[in-house]
């Protein structure tokens, strides 16, 4: 036992001693949750649109001003050739153009029914969308608005609720997907150098004839790594709620158990990308590049799992993150227990023992 010990202290010292380790491990988490969380976003302020009105009268001009006037929408200029529309979305000036009938006011107070155009720059569909979305969302408050004081029969009024994220805050879907991508990549790319490390400096003879078993050496090189990405677990969700203002509904002491089992998971993982590499160089690119693809891609994070073809829906189940990111959206927004989430628990528990004992068994391999 003291001899383990003894292990665990060493690899405490060659961390501490190693800045460049020390700069990865703490300052590119806090860089990259701050840089991530202010970035990606699906939410839209203050896109540049143009306005071309034919009719230009005082009901045009209201529904102007009330779109203007939104924190979503910066009228950027306003012209009167239908022909100017295509130059304008050449240049990349705006990326919506509103077009208003000839006889809006006429049509809408004859016939109560008249046509605004909404053209958009579609080369990035989702903003397309969502503009699409705001601007008919502006355009029914105006109308709403204008039928206040007209009674119509048999209206059909919808009322949606939007449950867990009322606000449809994008950083409430963004966080928990950082916080994975950065525990995975940051916990494997650190314990993957950690035994290459021994074999180019020489050290790994020493590892070979030591009294200690191959369980021992393995678990020892995970030990100080599980203590710096707690920390760094507990960086990542103060940043989330104090800068982000991300909720945690539900335990604190389940969300912390089940990030350091997420934790374990993953350096469980990088300890057998280490056992596999021969350099630090090869280990740290299997790590970074061979696991940044699928954490980002195939865990849900960005894209939704169920839109996926089914062979990479199937691929998907092997992603540890993938079951962490649904463990912590269901802790921190829809505040469940441990009885709903057991099953992705059971998952991430099954991956740790089949990555530590595979890790082991290759580190057999080598004593032979």
Not at 77 to 85: H, K, P, S
Not at 187 to 202: D, F, H, P, Q, Y
Not at 264 to 276: F, K, Q, Y
């Amino acid at each position: 036992m003291k001899r383990f010990i003894g292990f665990v202290k060493k690899e405490f010292y060659h961390i501490f001693r190693d800045r460049r380790s020390l700069f990865i491990l703490f300052g590119m988490p806090i860089a990259q949750i701050l840089l991530f969380g202010f970035t990606i976003t699906n939410e839209i302020n203050n896109v540049d649109i143009a306005i071309l009105d034919n009719s230009k009268n005082s009901t045009t001009e209201a529904i102007i001003n009330k779109i203007g006037a939104s924190k979503y929408f910066s009228i950027k200029q306003v012209f009167t050739r239908e022909a100017d529309i295509a130059s304008v979305f050449e240049k990349g000036h705006v990326k919506a153009v509103l077009n208003f009938d000839k006889d809006f006011s006429k049509k809408l107070i004859k016939d109560h029914k008249a046509t605004i155009q909404i053209i958009t720059d579609a080369t990035d569909p989702n903003t397309a969308n969502t503009i699409t979305n705001y601007v008919n969302a502006i355009l029914q408050q105006y109308q709403k608005e204008l039928n206040k004081d007209i009674n119509v029969a048999y209206q059909i009024i919808p009322q949606t609720r939007m449950v867990y994220n009322p606000e449809l805050k994008s950083v409430y879907m963004f966080v928990p997907g950082v916080m994975t991508i950065i525990l995975m990549l940051v916990s494997a790319m650190m314990t993957s150098i950690s035994i290459t490390r021994e074999k180019e400096l020489g050290t790994m003879e020493i590892l070979l004839v030591s009294p200690l078993k191959p369980f021992q050496v393995v678990i020892g090189k995970v030990i100080p790594y599980i203590f710096l990405s707690i920390i760094n677990a507990i960086v990542i969700v103060m940043l989330s709620i104090f800068i982000f203002n991300m909720p945690i509904q539900g335990s604190l002491l389940l969300l912390g158990l089940e990030s350091v089992l997420f934790i374990i998971t993953s350096l469980a993982l990088g300890i057998l990308i280490s056992t596999i590499s021969a350099t630090q160089q090869t280990a740290m690119m299997i790590s970074l590049m061979g696991l940044m693809l699928p954490v980002i891609l195939l865990s849900g994070f960005i894209f939704p799992i169920s839109s996926m073809p089914m062979p990479l829906q199937i691929i998907s189940h092997i992603i540890p993150a993938k079951w962490f990111i649904i463990i912590l959206k269901a802790i921190m927004l829809k505040g469940v227990g441990l009885e709903f989430i057991w099953k992705e628990t059971l998952i991430l528990l099954g991956m740790t023992v089949f990555f530590m004992a595979l890790s082991v068994k290759k580190y057999k391999i080598r004593l032979e």
